[in-house]
Structure formats: C-alpha cells, structure tokens
C-alpha cells in the first residue's frame, strides 16, 4: 500500500561510505571515524574521534567528539555536535571510587522559517564508598546548564540534582538499598523529589540485578540516564566486562 509509511527505514536511494583508523599504545588508544552518506534528499556528513588511556595506576581518563552535519536539497541544514570528557579513580586498595564525566552538546536547525540553536552542558558525579565487606555508601551530584534560541526567543536554565544511595549484603549474593534525591530548577526555585528501595541479586561474578520501587519521582531527559527516579516499579540490570566475561557466562549457562 503505497499510502502507508514504511514500517522500518526508508524507499529512497543512497550511497553510504565510511572510514576508520585506530592507534594503539601500551596505555592508550585513539579512534576515528568518518562517515558520508548522499541520497536524493539530503547529504550527510559524520566524524566521530575518541581517545581513552591511563594516566597512572587506577586513574583513567577518556575523551569522544562526534560531530553530524546534514544537508537538505531544499536548503535545510541541521547541525549535531557532542564532546564528551571522562575521569575515573579506581585505585586497587582505596575505599572510594569516583567516576566523572561531562557532556557539552550543540544543536542547530536552519531553514529559510527558523534558525533554532541549542546548547547543553551536563555534568554527572558518582561516587562509591565502601565502609566494609557489606556496606556500601553512594554520593551523586548532577549539574546542567542550558540555552535556547527558538523562534528568535531565548531561554536558560540552570539545574542540578543531588542523590544518595546505601546497599547492604544480606548475604553472598541478595543485598537491599535505600535511595533518594532532590531535583532544584534555580530560575523557577522548584522542587522535585525521589525516594524508594530496591533489592539485588548476583547471578554470576560481574552479572547483577535488582528491582525496586520508587513512593515518589520525577523525571528528567538528563539525569534520568544515570539514577532511575521516575515513580513506580522499576527493573535494572548491570553487566560488569572484562576478559573473564564470556567464560563465566558459559560456566552458568553449563
């Protein structure tokens, strides 16, 4: 039926090209990538560069950029842009973990009606505290700032989110926890709130689950990715890899 949209993809032509490159080192990699894609619609251009390594014993850092520009026959153009910085101090023997990264993203649309611009600076703090073999403590602080222009109309904002988290181990494998967060908007001085528990279970090394349930949430397109606060029931699993992985995997499902 020629009046329904396709279900998946697209009927138009196009050609796709791509090129990659990647340099290893002892303790550091660099990756790239470049991306052209033409159809009769639009052409689009993509390069994508990333670069992780080890700056002493148990601290690492990595840096990605990702940049897509598409360019429309009838004159659209639409610009995409992400970098992204990360940290991690891990040490062997120290009780606390602390994992940062940042997001600095860039979008713009441009037509002969509009010319809409967006900036987005987000910034995600973990940390982890292990008092002993069963308790652990989890600090988090979130940050975001963001300007718009759409319409000729400018809006910013400023906000941030503060989390805590404690699990105990009830025993080798089943742990609890208890969780809660504040979410400030500062140009509107609201409020919005997050609490709830959750327990856990360990199927194999590496391999952890758990469900929980949230009396109160919220829910924010940022944030959200990090800490589940939305009300209600929730699932989450969490998948721990290195070279050990895939032979624990076959050892359980044997």
Request: hydrophobic share 35%; charged share 20%; aromatic share 16%.
């Amino acid at each position: 039926n020629t009046n329904v949209p396709a279900a998946h993809g697209s009927n138009a032509d196009f050609t796709a090209v791509s090129l990659g490159s990647t340099y290893q080192q002892e303790k550091w990699s660099w990756t790239n990538r470049f991306e052209l894609r033409h159809s009769d619609g639009e052409d689009k251009f993509g390069f994508v560069s990333g670069l992780i390594g080890q700056v002493k014993q148990g601290v690492s850092a990595s840096a990605r950029f990702m940049g897509f520009l598409t360019d429309g026959m009838n004159g659209d153009k639409k610009t995409e842009e992400e970098l992204t910085l990360g940290l991690a101090y891990r040490p062997v023997k120290s009780r606390w973990i602390f994992l940062d990264r940042l997001d600095a993203k860039f979008d713009q649309n441009e037509s002969s009606l509009q010319n809409d611009k967006s900036w987005r600076l987000v910034n995600n703090l973990h940390a982890n505290f292990k008092a002993n073999r069963d308790w652990q403590i989890a600090p988090y602080y979130g940050l975001k700032y963001v300007r718009e222009n759409f319409g000729g109309t400018h809006y910013d904002g400023f906000t941030d989110l503060v989390a805590l988290e404690t699990r105990y181990n009830l025993t080798k494998r089943w742990d609890m926890g208890l969780h809660g967060s504040m979410l400030h908007t500062w140009n509107s001085d609201q409020y919005d709130y997050s609490s709830g528990l959750s327990t856990g279970y360990l199927f194999i090394t590496n391999l952890w689950t758990s469900i929980g349930y949230n009396f109160e949430g919220f829910r924010d397109e940022d944030f959200s990715q990090s800490n589940y606060t939305a009300q209600g029931f929730y699932l989450k699993f969490r998948l721990k890899f290195d070279q050990n992985t895939l032979d624990e995997a076959l050892t359980w499902l044997n």
